[in-house]
């Protein structure tokens, strides 16, 4: 068994299952109430987003079949935005989920960002709870019923000469400031 991280386009055949998985893990989740997420984020970015300088798609394949990958695009001249993170369903509780964040973070890292935004669904405890484990903030009142918020920020420095995390934080206080009272 060997497993290897690669840089593609999200266009790349290698993309596929990463790219299908998402749209049926989001589907699945939240289609009966919420149809339009899987399309609007599936099809919300252009290619181009995740394509150095300023983003990537890295696949994690285990003897050449993809089974785990996320992507990043610029956020701000400071901070990479973490999308489509995803682990197959065949292949999930052996911590793939935490060495995709950690090979997206070394990457982002080495593109020159200084800092990491990202968002969950509500209903996507799991990767609620690896965002946690792994060092992120929550930018919303984790005392909270997710399902208020909807849409769930994160925020991560990647050094100690990060950037202050005020972008994402001004992001989540937008977010606020939407819901009802």
């Not at 060997?2 to 998402?22: H, I, N, Q, W, Y």
Request: charged share 25%; aromatic share 12%.
């Amino acid at each position: 068994m060997t497993d290897k991280f690669v840089c593609v386009s999200p266009e790349d055949v290698l993309a596929r299952p990463l790219m299908d998985g998402l749209f049926h893990e989001y589907d699945t989740r939240y289609g009966a109430d919420f149809p339009e997420v899987a399309t609007s984020e599936m099809g919300g970015f252009p290619t181009e987003r995740f394509l150095p300088p300023d983003g990537a798609l890295l696949l994690l394949l285990r003897d050449g079949v993809t089974i785990a990958g996320g992507a990043f695009m610029r956020f701000d001249p400071y901070t990479a935005e973490f999308k489509r993170i995803w682990t197959s369903e065949n292949f999930r509780r052996q911590g793939l989920g935490r060495k995709v964040l950690e090979a997206l973070e070394a990457r982002a890292r080495d593109s020159g960002y200084s800092r990491v935004f990202l968002t969950s669904g509500f209903r996507q405890p799991e990767a609620h709870a690896l965002y946690l484990r792994c060092g992120y903030t929550p930018l919303y009142d984790t005392a909270e019923s997710p399902r208020r918020y909807g849409v769930l920020p994160f925020v991560k420095a990647l050094g100690p000469q990060a950037q202050p995390l005020d972008a994402g934080l001004r992001w989540a206080r937008r977010l606020d400031d939407l819901l009802p009272e």
